[in-house]
């Protein structure tokens, strides 16, 4: 496919990719989500074919897209080399971040492992909005590294007065919650560019698949 829109990077039809990427990526399957609510998986994503273009594509002023790719050995092989494929929403991720970057005035900064990962990273044991390209974790802005109560909470409350878009965990050490780092998400948020093909007749698995992610999995 050609590139989409404004994005400077080739549409990939998620079903046309070759069995070892549609393995690890499981375009449009159904997935459980921490309440056992099945969420389909994007179907279409943007190729990255290497660190140099990854660091080059600006997704908004003071966001370039190797900020939401920089993952460990707990990412799939397949994905932790080139070509590698993002879902379209990364884009949408990008433009809300911008707004929180406006509104604190510095840097912002995203874990390793806290932007996009497949839904074969071994970190996952649930469906997370990380799997459509639409979550990050945020461990420092400016000086201050986010890893207290009071930090937490003082930027997770600002970048939903931002962007009421947003969703963020809560400061705690379970399930569900964050002691190390802001969680901001936009939820289960698919996007289908205007030149992306038609979605009818698609071969998609209408039941859950596998169990995500791998050993050591289960967290946001």
């Not at 496919?1 to 998620?14: F, K, S, W, Y």
């Not at 290497?50 to 990412?75: G, I, K």
């Not at 201050?144 to 930090?151: G, I, P, V």
Request: hydrophobic share 40%.
């Amino acid at each position: 496919m050609p590139e989409a829109g404004g994005v400077p990077l080739r549409l990939v039809d998620g079903l046309e990719l070759p069995p070892e990427y549609r393995d690890v990526l499981r375009p449009g399957e159904l997935v459980a989500d921490r309440s056992g609510r099945l969420r389909r998986l994007p179907r279409f994503f943007y190729a990255v074919e290497s660190w140099r273009q990854a660091r080059d594509v600006r997704l908004a002023p003071h966001f370039v897209l190797a900020e939401f790719l920089d993952v460990d050995v707990r990412e799939a092989e397949p994905l932790r080399r080139f070509p590698r494929y993002v879902p379209c929403a990364i884009t949408l991720l990008a433009t809300h971040l911008e707004m929180l970057r406006q509104a604190v005035g510095t840097f912002v900064f995203i874990s390793a492992n806290g932007g996009y990962r497949s839904p074969s990273h071994r970190l996952l044991r649930y469906a997370t909005p990380h799997c459509w390209g639409t979550a990050a974790d945020l461990y420092r802005i400016g000086d201050t590294y986010l890893h207290d109560r009071e930090m937490i909470e003082k930027y997770g409350r600002l970048a939903v007065e931002v962007s009421p878009a947003f969703h963020t965990l809560p400061f705690g050490h379970g399930v569900g919650e964050v002691d190390d780092h802001v969680h901001l998400d936009l939820g289960f948020v698919v996007q289908v560019p205007e030149d992306a093909p038609s979605e009818a007749d698609a071969e998609q698995r209408d039941t859950p698949g596998e169990p995500l992610g791998g050993p050591g999995g289960g967290v946001e």
